[in-house]
């Protein structure tokens, strides 16, 4: 299991819009300042679907899918996540956002993960991602 917890400067519903708009994910997504998201596509509903495509410098790409299991704006976000490269490893994540005097906290739960080798890379994508995700609100 993968869990972090992180604050940003940005009302709850900034921050949920943020997991579950195309458009603003396209602009955070990804691992690293010098990667990009060419592909986001979200279909906000219990059972609809998520899907990004994340883009690395030399021009390889990874995906990742999910489905909406729990949606509670802007209070709680659960979906199954499972990467293109691994489709036999469903994961779970479950997302929490909290606001307090501006600020909303975060807390990302990644579970079911199958191995230790991919939780040690889930854990660098996450904390990657969530810079972008700071940065676009700072």
């Known amino acids: 299991m993968v869990r972090i917890e992180r604050t940003f400067a940005a009302s709850a519903e900034e921050v949920f819009d943020a997991w579950t708009s195309a458009e603003v994910m396209r602009r955070w997504f990804h691992c690293e300042p010098d990667w990009d998201t060419p592909k986001a596509e ?28 729990l949606i509670d704006r802007p209070r709680r976000l659960v979906m199954t996540w499972i990467f293109d490269s691994d489709p036999s490893n469903e994961q779970l994540m479950d997302l929490s956002f909290s606001e307090s005097e501006g600020s909303t906290t975060v807390v990302l739960v990644n579970s079911r993960i199958a191995t230790d080798e991919r939780r040690e890379s889930q854990e660098w994508g996450w904390n990657g991602c969530l810079n972008e995700l700071e940065r676009l609100f700072s």
């Open 42 to 69: 979200v279909d906000l509903r219990v059972g609809g679907k998520v899907s990004v495509v994340m883009r690395q410098p030399d021009g390889s790409e990874a995906g990742a899918q999910g489905e909406y299991t």
